[in-house]
């Protein structure tokens, strides 16, 4: 079973305008939210991460809001670029003494933003 | 450049050929992750380091691969008697006890 979901596979967004990227999660132990971005034939690149403990993270451009009660997370970008087209994967890890910062991810949604 | 370096960047083998591919993490990180990601797909975890020791491994991970750090500092993953599902992306990432991991590039794995 899944336990990180991206339910939106495609997002198409027009340049200046905002991107939101959705992302739910079932397992109530996850304590820490990541969102990676990535580029064809590169590795994951970290985006910006956010703590349960939060319920909003920004830095610059990108904004991850955390919904603890219905397990959700969203990363806003605004206002978004062409250069931010890619697949942009959440992932989330909980405190696995013997597992470190294991991260579970959801399965990516394919941002384009258009000029 | 000290960011996770990974090498090959691609590796196209024949069924039943073993594979090894090595992964240098950034260099003050105790912490290093073995992931494989398929297509259409979210990395998957496989195997967790904490220094030279393996704490942690996925189901995923078959009595075929093998993992290795034998100093605490770069990491190798064996493929052994490869098989056409093997065929993925595998990625590397370090960190340290806190915080994000970085992902190397990953080596592209194509079995034949």
């Known amino acids: 079973d899944q336990q990180v979901k991206q339910n939106s596979p495609s997002l198409s967004v027009q340049e200046g305008r905002i991107s939101i990227l959705n992302c739910d999660y079932t397992?109530?132990?996850?304590?820490?939210f990541l969102w990676y971005k990535k580029y064809p034939a590169e590795g994951p690149t970290f985006l910006i991460s956010?703590?349960?403990?939060?319920d909003k993270n920004e830095d610059g451009r990108f904004t991850v809001f955390l919904n603890k009660s219905a397990k959700h997370l969203s990363l806003h970008i605004v206002p978004s670029q062409p250069g931010d087209s890619a697949v942009y994967f959440c992932?989330?890890?909980?405190?696995?003494?013997?597992?470190?910062?294991?991260?579970?991810f959801g399965g990516g949604t394919r941002l384009m933003v258009k000029p | 450049d000290t960011g996770v370096s990974q090498d090959p960047r691609h590796k196209i083998t024949k069924r039943g050929q073993n594979v090894t591919f090595r992964c240098d993490p950034i260099?003050?990180?105790?912490?290093l992750y073995w992931y494989r990601q398929t297509l259409g797909q979210g990395p998957e975890f496989l195997t967790y380091?904490?220094?030279?020791?393996?704490?942690?491994k996925s189901r995923l991970l078959s009595d075929r691969f093998s993992a290795e750090r034998p100093k605490g500092s770069f990491s190798t993953l064996e493929i052994q008697r490869t098989e056409q599902g093997d065929s993925a992306m595998y990625l590397c990432?370090?960190?340290?006890?806190?915080?994000?991991?970085?992902f190397g590039q990953g080596t592209r794995l194509t079995v034949v």
């Open positions: 990432a370090s960190s340290l006890e806190i915080g994000e991991a970085f």
């Open positions: 397992n109530s132990m996850f304590d820490y």
């Open positions: 956010i703590s349960s403990i939060k």
């Open positions: 992932a989330a890890s909980s405190p696995r003494g013997n597992a470190g910062n294991m991260l579970t």
């Open positions: 260099s003050e990180h105790n912490r």
């Open positions: 380091f904490q220094n030279e020791a393996q704490l942690e």
